[in-house]
């Protein structure tokens, strides 16, 4: 069984950085504009590997397959309790990568509009994710228990022990 559940990839206000990045504004434009641009997708968004398939890290040395590698689908997007919330579904190697604990944390992609008063830059849709262990943005580890009163976003407490076995059983089959 591969992992699937709502990941928070924004807080709704400033998302300031680790970094020293601008800060990312999610803000009342901002909360119409995400189901609205996924929508208009038309599929699901890809995550990958720190983004290096929207072209960054050009650093990291990797073959064409692995810089195109997907470990998940995000599925649908929802701002609600506080954030942006995608469904993300994982398939049998981002399973495993996160049930063996390589990777731990997720990284937001997402489509700049304009720059505001404040310098920050206000998000207007999810493009996609990147795995990483050193995320950029103030947001939960992918194993977080993310439970926060709504029924209709939250995650269940990852169960890791049962995760890296399936994900070992779908590797040997």
Known sequence: MNLKKWIKYYNLGPNK??????????????????PANFKKNGRPL??????????????????AAERFAKYADITDVKVENAGVWGFTEFNAAGTKMIADGLITGIS??????????????????????????????HIPDITADDRTGSDTVCGDVIDLTFLKLDAETSNNT
């Open 17 to 34: 950085t680790r970094d020293g990045r601008p800060t990312r504004m999610v803000d009342e434009v901002s909360e119409k504009a995400f």
């Open 46 to 63: 890809p995550v990958d590997i720190a983004h290096v398939s929207l072209g960054n890290h050009p650093e990291i040395t990797m073959t």
């Open 108 to 137: 937001p992609y997402g489509e700049p509009g304009e720059v505001l008063q404040d310098g920050s830059i206000r998000i207007v849709a999810l493009k996609g994710a990147g795995l990483t262990n050193d995320p950029n943005l």
